[in-house]
């Protein structure tokens, strides 16, 4: 694993990838050391990061959570993307096991009832999935955005994920929607058509709306909930933390 881990070496990161295009920045992930893994959501900035990925033939791992609750047209833009790229794209699914307890104890949609009995379902659903998506690896790419939510305004380039002793490379940091909508109709990259009918932001089918005018891209993801808790757990260290026990 890559030792990166003071705030001075990941200072000097986050300017050299400052300078950096997508293609140098995603490049210079790769370069780092060991495994690199990217994981996306099929949203259309994670399907920005993947174009490049499969354009320029990136040794970047590509993998997926398929939760069992994904609308039908993110699956469907699973297969459509690797057949465009060539690549394939990893599935990591939950445990059955894992399932069974979480309906034994909340119901199958007991997450509408409590923050409590969300994040249990994103644990089951995702955080453990991504654990095993990101095994071996020493580099982690995302497609956070500063622009997304005022929870990601201070989103990095580079930082070390200290619960799972790893750099963590959002290489799309900087980039606003306009920008990212740019490339994508620039290059020609499939998108989720969902996002055509005011759904920015993509996850589970059952904690997912349309946003609506002036809302930020992701208040549509878990809208029941006020803005502080609407994560998965998947970029907080303290609620990846506990679902890792």
């Excluded at 119901?107 to 969300?118: C, I, Q």
């Excluded at 990101?134 to 790419?141: R, V």
């Excluded at 303290?238 to 026990?245: I, L, T, W, Y």
Aim: aromatic share 8%; charged share 25%.
């Amino acid at each position: 694993m890559t030792s990166i881990d003071s705030i001075e070496d990941t200072a000097t990161l986050n300017s050299q990838f400052a300078a950096l295009d997508l293609a140098g920045r995603l490049s210079l992930a790769a370069s780092l050391g060991g495994r690199a893994v990217f994981t996306t959501s099929l949203g259309i900035e994670d399907q920005v990061i993947t174009a490049e990925i499969g354009t320029h033939r990136l040794p970047i791992d590509v993998a997926t959570l398929q939760t069992g609750r994904l609308f039908a047209e993110t699956l469907a833009l699973i297969d459509e993307t690797e057949s465009q790229y060539d690549i394939t794209i990893q599935r990591f699914e939950p445990e059955k096991a894992d399932l069974d307890a979480y309906i034994a104890q909340y119901g199958m949609n007991g997450f509408y009832e409590s923050v409590e009995a969300r994040h249990a379902c994103c644990g089951v659903r995702k955080v453990k999935p991504l654990a095993r998506a990101l095994a071996g690896a020493s580099i982690w790419i995302t497609g956070l955005r500063r622009g997304q939510s005022a929870n990601r305004a201070d989103t990095p380039f580079v930082e070390y994920d200290a619960d799972r002793h790893m750099l963590k490379v959002n290489p799309l940091a900087d980039w606003d929607i306009e920008r990212i909508r740019a490339f994508v109709s620039d290059n020609s990259v499939p998108v989720n058509p969902l996002h055509a009918r005011g759904y920015p932001s993509i996850g589970c089918e059952p904690c997912t709306r349309a946003i609506k005018p002036g809302e930020d891209e992701r208040a549509g993801r878990w809208w029941w909930e006020n803005d502080q808790t609407r994560e998965c757990g998947l970029h907080v260290h303290e609620e990846a933390s506990v679902a890792a026990q």
